[in-house]
């Protein structure tokens, strides 16, 4: 086979970064956008982890039909059934059953013996396959296990049903040369092998992830399975738009493709950014700010003359807009929805009336309209649309001689208003007491940045907050031409989020 299935665990290993948490709209929208950047398989959620989870993932499996939908799973009854559960209604449904293999995890977390592991491992994935066809099974810290009792759980979960086998680099441990020799072990040394696909899973904590998944490729993996911008535990993932472009641009060594439009690489990225709150370091590769930006003058020199001196991949195929100035006040709804399709967004009529009020709204303050500002804009749309508190009116007074005064009108959750005001040691200190003095729910806030989204002293504000609630990080993004109102809108967006996750985990197992 000289096709590499691409598997998208950004929704999955991705919203497992710290302060990522997606509402199941949100994580629609970004599954929405996965089928049309063409991935083969989508790894939905974990069903057995929350309430939350399941009905994102059951919600996905109902409206986005093309991809393969999958569900993660522990290696225990109830987590399959659970996964069952949840993607039984998906056109193409997928199990993923994962448990731990290395003696390190088995000593020291599990307190269970290599024979234990191996018989767990096979029951599930029957019991999995007992549901569907589309099994895939998961050795965790697979490049820590010794390797021939990981050919024995390989050919055991195949013989029990097993089409994919997973082998991560759970803790980003493994060099590509290891790594590429494992997946050649693998091949060479379990006996059902061609029933399965090979299927990697790295993550990036040297740095590695990318490299480890092109060598595994290289020596015979067919599935990768990466994020969108790399997001994902601890240091992430190796990164979608990494790897496609390397074997699409390096098609000369690896004669692999994938069934990637990669002309949707950048939408997708920037949905993903904005939806998270990860903002995307400039020198990122292939999606960052920098990756098409050459300021030396040799380079713009040699560019000029003809691109291919200085520029390895035309940005035109990862879907870089050649201009990104759109629309203006003139612009109407139709025009309005199509650049929002452009942009990866499908908006119910209703939410797409309300955004293009905003954007109206905006258009009188400012006088370009950016594909930045539209995706700000719409994101703040998505935000509102799951809101248990919404900032109805703030209002601050402060400066060099005046102490920090904030009043706050907050719109509560059955529909009821409620004021409150505080004094700070600056305005936002301000309104976030007053906030708290409604919401009452402890917190601390860890992070704070603002910065503006476009050029120009009329651009949008854009401030990201993270805040942390009994030890799990919340985000909080909040965009306007104020950036006064964009604060207390991040603060609300991350205490929504805390609310909505306490709200879901309620019978959590
Ligand atoms: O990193 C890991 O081992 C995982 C498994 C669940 C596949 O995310
Ligand atoms: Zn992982």
């Known amino acids: 086979m000289n096709r590499v299935i691409i598997f998208d665990t950004t929704l999955r290993d ?16 970004i599954a929405k956008q996965l089928d049309r950047l063409g991935v083969d398989v989508i790894e939905a959620g ?42 039984k209604e998906a056109a193409h449904p997928r199990i993923h059953v994962f448990l731990s293999a290395s003696d390190i995890h088995l000593l020291y977390q599990l307190n269970k013996s290599r024979e234990e592991i191996l018989e767990m491992a096979q029951k599930m994935a029957a019991r999995a396959k007992s549901y569907v066809d589309d099994v895939e099974f998961s050795p965790m810290d697979a490049s820590r296990t010794e390797p021939v009792y990981l050919y024995h759980i390989l050919e055991a979960t195949i013989d029990a049903g097993a089409t994919t086998v997973n082998i991560p680099d759970t803790v980003g441990y493994a060099t590509p040369q290891e790594f590429g020799n494992l997946i050649q072990g693998i091949l060479v040394n379990v006996p059902n092998i061609h029933k399965a696909v090979i299927s990697i899973h790295c993550h990036n904590d040297l740095g590695l992830a990318v490299a480890n998944s092109l060598e595994a490729i290289r020596n015979g993996a067919r599935q990768v399975e990466c994020t969108i911008n790399g997001i994902g535990e601890r240091a992430g993932n190796a990164s979608l738009e990494e790897i496609v472009m390397a074997l699409k641009t390096r098609q000369d060594s690896f004669n692999l493709t994938t ?70 006040k003139l612009s ?18 209703e939410a797409l009336s309300r955004a293009f009020q905003s954007f109206k709204g905006l258009a009188d303050k ?13 994101a703040e749309e998505l935000r509102a649309a799951t809101e248990v508190y919404h900032l109805d009116h703030v209002e601050v007074s402060c400066g060099d001689h005046s102490l920090p005064t904030a009043t706050v009108r907050l719109i509560g959750p059955g529909g009821q208003s409620l004021a409150d005001a505080a004094l700070g040691t ?7 007491k007053a906030i708290n003095r409604i919401v009452g729910i402890p917190n601390k806030l860890t992070e704070f940045t603002i910065k503006s989204i476009t050029e120009g002293i009329d651009a949008i504000g854009e401030v990201l907050i993270r805040i942390e609630s009994e030890g799990i990080t919340y985000t909080g993004r909040g ?8 604060s207390a809108k991040a603060y609300m967006n991350a205490l929504n989020r805390l609310l909505a996750k306490k709200e879901t985990e309620k019978g959590k197992p």
Not at 71 to 81: E, F, I, M, P, Y
Not at 366 to 378: A, H, Q
Not at 479 to 486: E, F, H
């Open 14 to 29: 991705g919203e497992q970064a710290a302060g990522a948490s997606l509402n199941a709209q949100e994580k629609l929208e």
């Open 46 to 87: 974990f069903p057995i982890s929350s309430p939350g989870d399941f009905e994102a993932v059951q919600l996905i499996s109902r409206e986005v039909r093309r991809p393969i939908i999958c569900a993660l799973s522990h290696a225990n009854a109830v987590a399959v059934d659970r996964a069952w559960q949840a993607i």
């Open 259 to 328: 069934n990637v439009d990669t002309t949707q690489i950048y939408k997708t990225s920037r949905l993903v950014s904005e939806l998270t709150g990860f903002a995307i370091q400039a020198n990122k590769a292939i999606v960052g700010a920098n990756a098409f930006r050459h300021q030396s003058g040799i380079h713009q020199d040699g560019l000029i003359k003809k691109a291919i001196t200085y520029e390895i991949m035309n940005p035109k195929s990862v879907g870089i807009p050649a201009s990104s100035l759109v629309l203006s």
């Open 332 to 349: 109407g709804k139709h025009a309005f929805k199509e650049r929002l399709i452009e942009l990866g967004y499908t908006l119910s009529e």
């Open 366 to 378: 400012k006088k370009e309209i950016t594909d930045r500002d539209i995706e700000s804009l719409v």
């Open 426 to 432: 600056g305005p936002v200190d301000a309104i976030y």
């Open 479 to 486: 965009a306007s031409t104020d950036i006064i109102v964009a």
